[in-house]
């Protein structure tokens, strides 16, 4: 057969006139059963001598050879969408050097020049799915009509403007004592900091957004959170308006998540992702859970992981058109803006220059495995209880 196609392919070449090649055309089609579409790419493939010239476009990247070290950062990234991982690689590259030895020279240079698109199909098989739970937000309502809602856009060219939003570690109910985490997050750089409390006391809260205040690389400028009691007190208001500075303090509108995009986004990448839909009933857990978000958590995801930022937004129709910049850590987000100081940039990239992701995650995972022995040491100890009230009842 493959004599018969290199001869066909002669002769199609050769041929001057198009009802010549018509002709070579049906008589393959009829030889080979190929379809007529198929057939012209077959013909029109020229013979270079006697050895064929493959079809398609060359291959470039091999799976076997680059997914497994592909493979090894994303999961290192926490999972990260193919656009953010393709500009996070030049810089886990380097460290994934230096943790597990250097890469061959051709299989670095194919890994930083690889698309996002090929990223996507290299990762295809290992992509894991997630589902949403509960909401644990209760309305306050002692200083609704005095705090008021954002109907203007706050500038978001510099960073100092910030969201706040709780996650319940409740499980499957809301009933009873468990841990609750805090999330605050910077518009404009997508710096996040973490803290955890116990039942989010008005008092507790407090203390844990003066904690994560002392953490950030600049001032708070203005406040905006959801209407939960734990924000709108005047514990929380106090602390921002009795300053030299006050800080500009705004809410959300009621059952409009919308409108605290940012840090509702941070609360999967940040909580959700690393503690899951677990009940966390044991008041052991918060200085566990603070000490891990405090260091190794906080500075893998602000100085290592690229997230895109909403430039445009526009509708055509029925479709929404979203514009999206280049990804960029958070850390690259400061140390790119005007109204970051010299000293204040030195301070972050003298603590850049201290990491290492890989280190970072190895450390999260020793951590994590306390926190959840914890929770299996409660799950334990409650199956006990309930297997001795259901031998009581007998």
Known sequence: MSVYIKHQQARYSQANKRGDKSEILNEFCRTTGYQRKHAITVLKHRVVGWKEKPLGRHKIYDPEELAPTLKDIWFATNQMCSKRLHEALPIWIPFYEETYGNLKAEIRQKLLSMSSATIDRMLKP???KYKKRLCGTKPGYLLKN?????????????????????VAHCGNSLMGNFVWSITVTDIYSGWTENAAIWNKGSHA???????????????ILGWDSD?????????????????????????????????NAHVEQKNWTHVRQLFGYHRFENQLLVPLMNELYANELSALQNFFYPAMKLIDKSRIQAKVKKVYDKPKTPYQRLLASEHITEEEKRNLKNKFNGLNPFELNKKIELKMKRIFSYLRINLRSANEKNCYKKSSSF
Do not use: M
């Open 146 to 166: 005095q705090i008021p809602i954002k109907t203007n856009q706050w500038t978001e060219d510099r960073p100092g403007f910030v969201e706040g939003d709780t």
């Open 126 to 128: 290992f992509r894991i």
């Open 205 to 219: 809260t407090k203390e844990q957004i003066q904690s994560i205040e002392r953490r950030l690389p600049f001032s």
């Open 227 to 259: 209407g939960g009691g734990e924000f709108l007190n005047y514990h929380l208001l106090s602390y921002f308006q009795d300053r030299e500075k006050p800080v500009q303090f705004t809410r959300s509108r009621a059952y409009h998540s919308c409108d």
